[in-house]
């Protein structure tokens, strides 16, 4: 994996998205020029059986098309099944060293809360962290009280060579202050699935990254 695909690592599913076709949302940020993707097809109205694959299998499609990675939230099963870039698992999936001897030398990434899930992660080959919720965030219905950015400052510090991202509440106004701990990307669903101008938003986003870049 390469530690600038995080830079703007774009998260999805259906439940994400209200008023639009989601697979012209997704289109529209890898045109505008998001750096990754993450399908996340959760909630009670989550797509299941074959229109969760199908859905899956479309996504792929699109991100293979602009040549940008794609990672399966969770679902190892479908990751391999699909052959993906990479599965991203939270502390209540599968333990991370089980779905690291799964996918073989898939992408792995792990959401870390503590210095303890941090080196878990590490010892077992994460390729990449997630660190939140850094901020408020509505889009995640379990999530935990935002940390802000100093866990991230700590782990950035702690381990330099280890790519991070920050998720939760992120968006163009506050994500300097993300970088500026550390993160080598950050990971959004609601800055752009409810962006009324995509372009304008994932450009936004990516100024910023540039500055730190
Ligand atoms: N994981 P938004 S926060 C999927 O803290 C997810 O691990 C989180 O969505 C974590 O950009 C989160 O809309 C939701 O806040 C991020």
């Known amino acids: 994996m390469k530690r600038e695909d995080l830079q703007l690592y774009f998260i999805m599913g259906t439940s994400n998205v209200s008023h639009q076709n989601p697979l012209h949302v997704l289109e529209r940020a890898l045109q505008a020029g998001i750096t990754m993707f993450q399908f996340r097809e959760k909630g009670s109205h989550a797509l299941t059986g074959f229109a969760y694959e199908q859905f899956a299998r479309q996504c792929q499609k699109l991100c293979q098309q602009y040549n940008v990675p794609f990672i399966v939230n969770d679902d190892v099963e479908l990751a391999l099944r699909l052959g993906a870039d990479g599965v991203h698992i939270g ?113 936004t986003l990516r100024s910023v990254t540039r500055i730190n870049g």
């Open 91 to 203: 502390q209540d999936d599968l333990h991370v060293s089980i779905a690291r001897k799964k996918i073989g030398n898939m992408i792995l990434g792990v959401s870390v809360h503590s210095q303890d899930e941090l080196e878990t992660a590490i010892i077992h080959q994460a390729d990449y962290v997630g660190i939140g919720p850094i901020f408020a965030t509505t889009s995640k219905r379990d999530a935990q009280s935002p940390c802000g950015t100093n866990f991230l400052q700590q782990a950035h510090n702690f381990y330099p060579e280890l790519p991070i991202v920050a998720i939760g509440g992120i968006n163009p106004t506050n994500a300097y202050a993300v970088f500026q701990a550390g993160a080598d990307g950050i990971a959004v669903i609601s800055a752009i699935c409810e962006s009324i101008d995509i372009k304008h938003t994932v450009n």
